[in-house]
């Protein structure tokens, strides 16, 4: 058996092999990393579509960074397939699933799988790292086991480790290189190899004394974001209702230099992260504790709730210039979940896409990043943004504010806007109605 230090210097010369078993955004993003940092990269995925893309040189990936993706390309120490025994003789896997909710209850049944693969392939003197976003105890207790289903003890024979993803998709401020990586492994051995791998692709590694303390400080980040959202969405339907500005009262709020972090209001929680990883919590807690995480589930259910509300205030200011919302135009600008990516994943702007359809309005949605949606089971396609559609459109529902929409242009054209996220600001006009 090959002992940690032969993989502790085959790490420090970038001679390590690497293996990146899942090809979305975070694995792409890995994989192109690792392949910049000069260690020879295979990415692995069962998408044939998606990995001859890849192959191709052509990012198909929603939320990675073109000029990483490119930069890793051009490195020219990467390929991507669909076989499994390109895991074989590799000195680095990575498993990077999708980690999915399904009636509130985690579906792990792709790390499961991966590990299965992965185990069925494993040779001494390996380092697996973990990245799914997951409950505590899921790299010890699930994905540990099936590992060892091999025949090798995870410790002794190779190391394991659990590293949560970072990335923030459309986030040109923080990448992956310079958003600090949290790892802990089942050992402080395959803690520090662990680290030691991430050090080659980060600028900053931050070391806690298991896998289980990694998990949990990835579900914290987000449920601290789903909390402070639902926070501050409530506030915006109590503002409403006292006739207060939400955003000057935010606003105000965030001038005070300490003890105070500003989060915006808006139609919902969408993405990756922030709808799912609290859900992963409030399951555990449910099971292991016996009883509801409070906080947390209340969010849920206020963050929930703003779709509804989102299409009542579109409703009210249809009212408010004398059209109904049945058999309205209403244009829908941004199915995204975010600004400037094309993931749609839980995107509550096509949960407010459908309550107004299912109230008779006719909808529309034009977003230069996605060309179709799902909405009440009808595929449908993206409008071309023209002065044509915003005369015609009885609202436009600004929803996710892309920075590729000339919003001056819009505001132009359009009788109505409903400006979902305060895109207008200051510059806000006679027809925009803000949440």
Known sequence: MRGTAVLRRRILSRQATVAV???GYVGVSLACAASEAGFPVVGIDVDAARIEDLGRGVLSVPGVSPTLFQAGIDAGNIRFTTELDAIVDVDVILICVPTPVRDHTPDLSFVERAARDVAERLSPGRLVLLESTTYPGTTEDLVRPILEVSGLVAGRDFMLAYSPERIDPGNDEFGLRNTPKIVGGISPEATGLASLFYEQLVDKVTIVSSCRAAELAKLLENTFRHVNIALVN???TLCHEM????WE???AAATKPFGFMPFAPGPGVGGHCIPLDPAYL?????RDAGHQ???????QDINAQMPGYVAARIGDALNDVGKPVRDARILVLGVAYKPDVGDIRESPSLDVMTMLYKRGADVAFSDPYADH???NGVMM???ELTQRELVRADCVALLTPHHAYDLDWIADHAMLIFDARNAFGANRRANVIRL
Do not use: C, K, Y
Not at 282 to 286: I, L, N
Not at 293 to 299: G, V
């Open 249 to 251: 009262v935010t606003e």
């Open 381 to 383: 396609t993206s409008t």
């Open 282 to 286: 409030a399951w555990q807690v449910r």
């Open 21 to 23: 078993v899942g090809q």
């Open 293 to 299: 995480f409070r906080i947390l589930e209340q969010a």
């Open 243 to 246: 006739g207060i500005d939400v």
């Open 373 to 375: 949606v799902q909405v």
């Open 234 to 236: 409530e506030m915006a």
